[in-house]
């Protein structure tokens, strides 16, 4: 029978495991004030849309690390924390990304894409040019990390690191604009090249490319969200 063929599991007792506990910072909140809040935050996001022209104006780094440090609080699986956040400020790494997403770009537009992707992304007008990348304050590359080593040298395998990276990355996105950042997401397909650019080890899988910074757009398209 299945059930015979199952691993017999039982919740560990936490006192035997040695398992930390930290007091819960939390304060209950009346009914009234839970709605007011929600509301209120709800329609700070609606208003947040993807900007792809940037005012040139530099964000701290403090700002930007900030918004990090946010993201890093995000649940994940078996708490493993499977990213990292990458943050470029330095001009010629920017040209450098620049250059290689470009090349990827024009490969997708000319040779990849179906026609019904192209045809999806028409009234968006994009194209292989990523100016953005340059003119952007900061870029912040996001890795997945699919596995890590314990100290003794042994591979330790990650569990869910793609949706724990999403949802990492969804924080990020919010605490951007919550802060009054104008954020974009692009995704040049392959993106190998961020390793190698910013050093980072093969088991790190990049995820996507954040562009931060103010805006000098007045008006987006309304489906840019």
């Known amino acids: 029978m299945l059930a015979a063929k199952q691993r017999e599991f039982c919740m560990p007792n936490p006192e035997e495991i040695g398992l930390r506990k930290v007091p819960l910072n939390y304060e209950s909140v009346a009914p009234d004030e839970v709605l007011r809040r929600a509301e209120a935050f709800s329609d700070l996001m609606r208003r947040r849309r993807s900007v792809r022209m940037f005012s040139g104006v530099a964000v701290p780094n403090a700002a930007i690390r900030a918004c990090i440090q946010a993201a890093g609080s995000s649940p994940s699986g078996a708490n493993q924390q499977p990213w990292h956040f990458a943050v470029v400020a330095s001009p010629e790494k920017k040209a450098l990304i620049r250059q290689e997403a470009e090349i990827e770009e024009r490969a997708f537009y000319s040779e990849r894409a179906s026609g019904a992707w192209l045809d999806a992304l028409a009234p968006i007008g994009t194209d292989a040019d990523k100016g953005f990348l340059e003119d952007a304050s900061h870029l912040i590359a996001i890795f997945q990390v699919r596995h890590s080593q314990s100290a003794t040298g042994e591979r330790v395998k990650h569990y ?49 490319l954040r562009s931060e910074e103010h805006t000098s757009e007045l008006q987006s398209p309304d489906h840019l969200v």
Request: a positive charge.
């Open 160 to 208: 869910y690191p793609m949706e724990s990276v999403g949802i990492a990355t969804g924080v990020l996105i919010t605490a951007c604009h919550q802060a009054g950042l104008v954020t974009l997401t692009h995704t040049p397909s392959p993106m190998r090249f961020l390793n190698k650019i910013l050093g980072r080890p093969s088991q790190e899988r990049p995820f996507l």
